[in-house]
């Protein structure tokens, strides 16, 4: 199995836009995904009796095949990115909305107690107290979310979109191993890329952390 | 909308479809024996190395990383890659469907194995026990929840991605949602997917059930 360089010589603008639109579809299932679990969360964290419910439809969702899942979405979205991402979604709610819950619940009440005697009012004790002391175990969340769903669009290639995906389908039709490794290799790099910076992002949003460290 | 829930229903339901080599019953043994066998092999492969990385405490970081690197590896691009090594064979399914459960098995090994009470290992060594002792008659019995956590997590994603045999030719409840793409037959893809999610969601509600049995006398 040679690769065949000359291949990837003269395509490199089609990976350029495969690699972009892979990473499109997997952060904007990571940005539906926080959208939707944020405030789920939230619910789940103050509301106990839904909590249990809350997490395990999550925990029943990501049970669903992912190509079950895109496929029960063609009735609905049809072959189009649309379903992509809405599939993908979908898988991320499982680890944004644990995460989350966990988050909140990691936040010392002695800490929520003091908000409260200062006179700060809950929406605004959850925005400048809860959610940033929760980053940490948010962020964790989000890596896997993001590694998960850069890994996971390649199979949107059998309802036709699926990004990088798609060198894989290219590649076993003409049985031609070149666009396959040059997939794998750049949806890795994407991973790994894409992880490298979210810690980065959360090293720069908890400077309060490393104090303590 | 309706139509189209009426069709699949017919289609599971009736008893031609679920007969015969292309019938649900063989589809569905199939999809079972590729799973069943790449959970086993991946387990005999994990469970013994995040047993040992979990025991010595070397390694971890080898572990975690093998674990993110395992989440970011496409599947579907690493059947192809093996299919156009191996050629026909079933080498590429059970590759890619190992593959996708070794790490579920190792970090949840790791974890499980990590959360052991030192103090308990301590007094288990204090009274002489040797290293295999500890092992298997204090750490693995303690970290035995989280380990099954990990077996139920890698068969639920193995069993969701044996579709994939369908893809490089082989049998399984894939081949309805393949074939059923390729022939624009909507019902069948449906079909093939209500499939595999129901084998899917069963096989963790019995393994849960199984857990919770085992584990009943132990406080959560």
């Given at each position: 199995m040679t690769i065949d360089w000359s291949w990837i010589g003269d395509h490199t603008d089609d990976l350029t836009t495969l690699t972009v639109s892979h990473l499109q579809a997997a952060l904007s299932a990571v940005f539906f995904g926080l959208l939707i679990s944020l405030p789920l969360a939230v619910i789940a964290h103050r509301?106990?009796?839904?909590?249990?419910?809350?997490?395990?439809?999550?925990?029943v969702l990501f049970t669903i095949p992912s190509i079950a899942i895109f496929v029960l979405l063609l009735p609905v979205s049809g072959l189009t990115r649309t379903t992509t991402v809405i599939g993908l979604t979908v898988y991320t709610l499982?680890?944004?909305?644990?995460?989350?819950?966990?988050?909140?619940?990691?936040?010392?009440?002695?800490?929520?107690?003091?908000?409260?005697?200062?006179?700060?009012r809950p929406l605004r004790t959850l925005l400048t107290v809860e959610l940033p002391l929760a980053l940490p175990v948010i962020m964790a969340g989000v890596r896997?979310?993001?590694?998960?769903?850069?890994?996971?669009?390649?199979?949107?290639?059998?309802?036709?979109?699926?990004?990088?995906?798609?060198?894989?389908?290219?590649?076993?039709?003409?049985?031609?191993?070149?666009?396959?490794?040059?997939?794998?290799?750049?949806?890795?790099?994407?991973?790994?890329?894409?992880?490298?910076?979210?810690?980065?992002?959360?090293?720069?949003?908890?400077?309060?952390?490393?104090?303590?460290? | 909308m309706y139509e189209l829930f009426k069709d699949l229903g017919a289609w599971l339901t009736s008893g031609d479809q679920?007969?015969?080599?292309?019938?649900?019953?063989?589809?569905?043994a199939e999809h079972l024996q590729y799973s069943l066998l790449a959970t086993l092999i991946a387990t005999a492969i994990g469970l013994p190395l995040g047993l040992l990385i979990g025991h010595t405490g070397r390694g971890a970081f080898i572990a975690i990383n093998l674990a993110s690197f395992g989440r970011a590896l496409p599947t579907v691009g690493l059947v192809v890659l093996v299919f156009l090594a191996s050629g026909l064979s079933m080498w590429p399914v059970y590759i890619a469907l190992?593959?996708?459960?070794?790490?579920?098995?190792?970090?949840?090994?790791?974890?499980?194995?990590?959360?052991?009470?030192?103090?308990v290992k301590d007094a288990a060594r204090g009274q002489g026990m040797r290293w295999h002792q500890v092992l298997f008659q204090i750490e693995l019995p303690l970290a035995?929840?989280?380990?099954?956590?990990?077996?139920?997590?890698?068969?639920?994603?193995?069993?969701?991605?044996?579709?994939?045999?369908?893809?490089?030719?082989?049998?399984?409840?894939?081949?309805?949602?393949?074939?059923?793409?390729?022939?624009?037959?909507?019902?069948?893809?449906?079909?093939?997917?209500?499939?595999?999610?129901?084998?899917?969601?069963?096989?963790?509600?019995?393994?849960?059930?199984?857990?919770?049995?085992?584990?009943?006398?132990?406080?959560?």
């Open positions: 509301v106990r009796p839904l909590r249990g419910f809350l997490l395990g439809l999550s925990n499982v680890v944004l909305l644990r995460n989350t819950v966990e988050g909140l619940d990691s936040v010392p009440v002695k800490t929520k107690e003091a908000a409260k005697a200062m006179g700060t896997i979310a993001t590694v998960m769903s850069i890994s996971l669009v390649s199979v949107a290639t059998y309802i036709g979109d699926g990004g990088l995906g798609q060198l894989f389908t290219d590649g076993f039709q003409r049985n031609f191993p070149t666009p396959v490794i040059a997939g794998v290799v750049l949806t890795l790099l994407l991973a790994v890329v894409a992880d490298a910076l979210l810690v980065a992002v959360q090293y720069a949003l908890t400077p309060w952390t490393r104090r303590r460290a | 679920w007969s015969g080599y292309d019938g649900i019953a063989h589809r569905l190992v593959a996708l459960a070794v790490p579920s098995i190792v970090t949840n090994t790791y974890a499980g194995m990590t959360a052991v009470d030192p103090d035995l929840p989280l380990i099954m956590t990990g077996l139920r997590l890698a068969l639920i994603q193995v069993v969701a991605t044996a579709t994939i045999a369908a893809y490089v030719s082989f049998g399984g409840l894939g081949r309805y949602v393949f074939d059923g793409l390729a022939q624009r037959d909507l019902v069948q893809v449906m079909g093939g997917a209500v499939l595999v999610a129901v084998v899917a969601i069963t096989l963790d509600l019995a393994l849960s059930g199984v857990q919770r049995f085992l584990f009943r006398h132990r406080p959560a």
